[in-house]
């Protein structure tokens, strides 16, 4: 849902992590503030597997994957967007060499009509544990 100033704040989404929307709107254009794959609960993390001190011992990025593209369709389809609509997303992995096949391989099967422009980049970590997030920018109609 959208208040009189463009922020987004998509209940069907997990909260964000810190003090911003999910999404603002300017003139006919939304951006996305980075999304990742956390569940609607904000707490569980598809595909993550932790040892029984909660340290990360290995991640699906293929499950992360799809659920943060679950994640940016519901913000964009709650915004009053849609996944076809996208124009731009700029992608952040932990980790390109173990991931960025598989994230091709899931990437294509989201984007096979749509194909915004995209940029993708390795950073040293995120703030959660996630091997993924996307920054997003779409059209309004």
């Known amino acids: 849902m959208s208040d009189d100033s463009g922020r987004v704040r998509a209940g069907g989404a997990p909260a964000p992590v810190g003090l911003y929307p999910h999404a603002r709107r ?8 980075g999304l ?13 597997n932790r040892d029984a001190d909660g340290q990360v011992i290995d ?4 499950a ?3 659920s943060v593209f679950r994640n940016v369709r519901t913000v964009l389809e709650e915004a ?5 609509q996208l124009i731009d997303v ?10 960025f096949e598989a994230f091709n391989r899931v990437y294509a099967e989201y984007f ?11 950073v040293n970590r995120l703030p959660t544990p996630i ?6 920018i779409a059209t309004m109609d």
């Open 36 to 48: 990742g794959p956390r569940e609607a609960d904000g707490k569980t993390i598809p595909g993550l």
């Open 80 to 84: 009053g967007s849609s996944w076809d």
């Open 131 to 136: 091997a993924i997030e996307l920054k997003c």
């Open 64 to 66: 992360q994957c799809h």
């Open 59 to 62: 991640y699906d990025i293929e």
């Open 90 to 99: 700029t992608v952040f992995l932990t980790d390109i060499p173990r991931d």
């Open 112 to 122: 096979a009509d749509n194909q915004p422009a995209r940029t993708t980049v390795e």
């Open 26 to 33: 300017a003139g006919n254009l939304l951006f996305l503030s």
